[in-house]
Structures are given as structure tokens and as C-alpha cells.
């Protein structure tokens, strides 16, 4: 598996765009993930600061205004050389849900998925993430592409192996044609699970074991301090450590992808934790469920 590209291209506000060397070699596709950088938003910026937000917020949010998201897309799709493609973003709803797009067109009000798939030139296939991983995927031969919103429970209802199979019904694909790359997401580093989430994945995968790992940590200077008072005498002998589970959803969509029979070598999956950069990401687990959206994208650039 190779390494996603971190090269910028030359605008001064930094890496607006990160891209996957195994899909930048067929010219005749689009695609990117960007992260939070070269845009016009302002992320929680003190009231002291310049004013001048850089943020790239691409995805509604109470905290900033239609006009800056509007302005953050259309700096996207220019960076992408992409002015002229349709942008198709779903109302997701961490499903299993995946469309088919024929037309060049998108309807609107935007359909609920969290799969879009194509072989139809002009249309830009997106997901709106914030730790969530985008995953997108190309047929080689057939030219066929999609954008995949994976969280755990997409995950766990396998929506990158049904990808596959849609591919395959739909467009004839053979999975060793396909070629797949996952973007930014929260990794395994910060990715702290609770049980359901282990339940659930025991109950449908048989490498569910190897997906989580359980690290164990002292306890932070709040969590002492209220242990103290719940069990006061406790603390008197040696540090107290807790246990967390950690969820490698990279590697669960990884054997996903590799089930369905994509060739390892064909999948890139060393995308950088949006948790562990804020000056990179917006992370949703980080900032506290109020952030900003980055974006998949993948799309068949029209021939003139
Ligand atoms: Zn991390």
C-alpha cells in the first residue's frame, strides 16, 4: 500500500488537497480529500483574532453561514480543476444506502445514502466527513467510480464490500480492476469505542478480533479527581489506569475492500488521523461534535 500523496499544490495557504498517487495516474479521473486549509470560514476563532478565517468548512453548520460553504465548494472544485462538474452530496444518514447516478444531473432536494456511484462523466461524487473515512473507488477498465461514507456503522453494515458488489452487478466490474483509496478519518490512535460497537462487529466479521486494540492509560488530573471522590480511599494505592478500546476502522474497511477481492496493493490506507491534527482537520470526536465537514471527491472528467 503506498502512502497518500501530502504534496501541495502552490497556493500559500498550504495542502488545501490531499490526493491518492494510485487514482492521480488515470487522467481521466478527478479526486481529492481535502482538509481545513485554503478556505474562508472562521473556526472558533477568538474575538481578538484578524477576522480572516482560512477555514474550509464544505458542509453546512450552525456556526457558519451558507455564503462561506458556498465560496469554500467552489474554491474546492477550482483546485480540482473541477469548476465545470456537477458536486453530488447526499443527506447521509450512516446507512448502507447507495445510489446509482445515470443522469448528469443531481436531484435536489439532495437523497438520502451514504453511497453515490457512476459511470457518467461531469458528476462530482462526494462525502461530507469529520473523522468518518471517505472511501472512494474506481473501476479502471470500466470506468466506473463511487464515493463512500464509512463510520462504524456503515461500516458494520459493510458498506464497502457492497460497493463492490453493486460494481459488479451493475457495471460487470472485475475486482482486480478496482482500485481504492481511504481518506483522512479518525484512526485507530484516538478512536475509543464503546461495547456496543464491539458487539456489533463480533456479530459480523470474522476478523472482528484483530480490529480492536485495548490500550490502557492513567487516569487524567479531572478523572483522579472525581474517582477520589467517588472512592476515596482507592487512590491511595498506586496510579490508577483505565482501560479503552481502540477501533481500527481503517483495517475493517481495508478487509472489507480485500473480501471482496480488490487486490491489497490496490488500496492506499495510510491517510493521517483527523483527530491528531487540528491545524489539518476538523475532527468531530475532537472539537466536541461542533466542527467543520471535509470532503471525498471522485468524479469522470467530460472529454472535450
Ligand atoms: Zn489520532
Known sequence: MSRLSNRTTRDATGEMVLRAPSLARFPWLVHGFSTRRGGVSSFLRSSNSSGGGADLNLGK??????????????????????????????????????RVLDGNRFPAPPPAGDG??????????AVLVADCLPVLLVDSKQR?????????????????????????MQFGSRPEDLWAAIGPGIRECCYIVGQEVVDEFHGQFHYAEKLFVTR???LSPMELKNSI????????FGPQLKKE????????????????????????????????????????????????????????????
Do not use: Y
Not at 116 to 125: F, I, K, S
Not at 146 to 167: D, P
Open 61 to 98: 453548520s450552525q456556526w457558519d453561514s451558507a455564503k462561506n460553504v458556498l465560496e469554500n465548494r467552489r474554491r474546492l472544485l477550482d483546485r480540482l480543476a473541477a469548476e465545470d462538474m456537477t458536486l453530488a452530496i447526499q443527506r447521509q444518514i450512516h446507512s448502507d444506502l447507495i
Open 116 to 125: 453515490l456511484m457512476t459511470r457518467q462523466p461531469g458528476l462530482l461524487l
Open 144 to 168: 466506473v467510480v463511487a464515493a463512500l461514507h464509512c463510520g462504524w456503522r456503515g461500516t458494520a453494515r459493510r458498506l464497502a464490500e457492497k460497493a463492490v458488489g453493486t460494481m459488479r
Open 216 to 218: 490502557t492509560r492513567p
Open 229 to 236: 471522590m467517588v472512592q476515596p480511599f482507592r487512590s491511595n
Open 245 to 304: 478500546v481502540h477501533l481500527d476502522l481503517t483495517l475493517a474497511n481495508v478487509e472489507q475492500l480485500r473480501e471482496a477481492g480488490i487486490p491489497a496493493r490496490h488500496i492506499e490506507s495510510n491517510a493521517p488521523c483527523t483527530s491528531c491534527h487540528p491545524e489539518r482537520f476538523f475532527s468531530h470526536r475532537r472539537d466536541g461534535g461542533r466542527t467543520g465537514r471535509m470532503l471525498g471527491v471522485i468524479g469522470i472528467k467530460e472529454t472535450r
